[in-house]
């Protein structure tokens, strides 16, 4: 097999597949609100070839969330994980056999990943982080319906302290948590 027969064999057993913005395949598989996202790579290596699998798993809710509040298209980004893992195969080829293996497997990691410690610890975050994490605690606290933290953000940026938040992260961006929070709070008191 070749990488595009992996991906085809990953979309043969229902999994949604597409290039992310760095022109690497992923697969996507829906299981109920947990969705699992792999980034296959093969490799030739001496005597065979390496598939590696980066694996992770996230909420649509979550993915959702960012997806709101960084105000971007989902078809280029359609998964913010939450807990990641890898998974490597050598072998000599691998066959359609190998795949459906390969892809139960993966699914049963996924059904098993808890993903209340990763939005914990992002809810924690300091303001200062780095890279997605503030986009992420955003979320975090968003779909927490941590109304009160994310005022008292929107209110630090109006005044002109943006409390070491990196500069991608726009008061627009914290106005939309607010939102998020809101609705995520209002529901959560009608329960």
């Given at each position: 097999m070749l990488q595009n027969d992996i991906v085809l064999a990953?979309?043969?057993?229902?999994?949604?597949?597409?290039?992310?913005?760095?022109?690497?395949?992923?697969?996507?598989?829906?299981?109920?609100?947990?969705?699992?996202?792999?980034?296959?790579?093969?490799?030739?290596?001496?005597?065979?070839?390496?598939?590696?699998?980066?694996?992770?798993?996230t909420t649509k809710k979550f993915t959702s969330a960012c997806t709101k509040i960084f105000h971007r298209n989902t078809e280029k980004h359609?998964?913010?994980?939450?807990?990641?893992?890898?998974?490597?195969?050598?072998?000599?080829?691998?066959?359609?056999?190998?795949?459906?293996?390969?892809?139960?497997?993966?699914?049963?990691?996924?059904?098993?990943?808890?993903?209340?410690?990763?939005?914990?610890?992002?809810?924690?975050?300091?303001?200062?982080?780095?890279?997605?994490e503030p986009l992420y605690h955003l979320a975090a606290l968003a779909l927490a319906g941590d109304v009160d933290k994310l005022e008292y953000y929107q209110r630090s940026f109006e005044a002109g302290d943006r409390l070491g938040f990196v500069p991608y992260i726009s008061k627009e961006m914290i106005d939309r948590a607010v939102e998020i929070a809101k609705d995520t709070s209002s529901r959560i008191s009608t329960e």
């Amino acid at each position: 097999m070749l990488q595009n027969d992996i991906v085809l064999a990953f979309k043969k057993l229902g999994w949604q597949t597409g290039k992310d913005d760095a022109g690497d395949n992923y697969a996507i598989f829906d299981i109920g609100n947990i969705q699992l996202q792999i980034i296959p790579r093969l490799r030739p290596i001496w005597g065979g070839k390496r598939l590696a699998c980066v694996r992770s798993v996230t909420t649509k809710k979550f993915t959702s969330a960012c997806t709101k509040i960084f105000h971007r298209n989902t078809e280029k980004h359609p998964h913010n994980p939450l807990v990641r893992g890898d998974e490597d195969l050598i072998q000599q080829d691998y066959t359609f056999k190998d795949i459906r293996a390969l892809s139960e497997r993966l699914i049963e990691w996924a059904k098993i990943q808890d993903v209340d410690p990763a939005l914990k610890r992002l809810r924690e975050l300091p303001t200062d982080s780095k890279g997605t994490e503030p986009l992420y605690h955003l979320a975090a606290l968003a779909l927490a319906g941590d109304v009160d933290k994310l005022e008292y953000y929107q209110r630090s940026f109006e005044a002109g302290d943006r409390l070491g938040f990196v500069p991608y992260i726009s008061k627009e961006m914290i106005d939309r948590a607010v939102e998020i929070a809101k609705d995520t709070s209002s529901r959560i008191s009608t329960e």
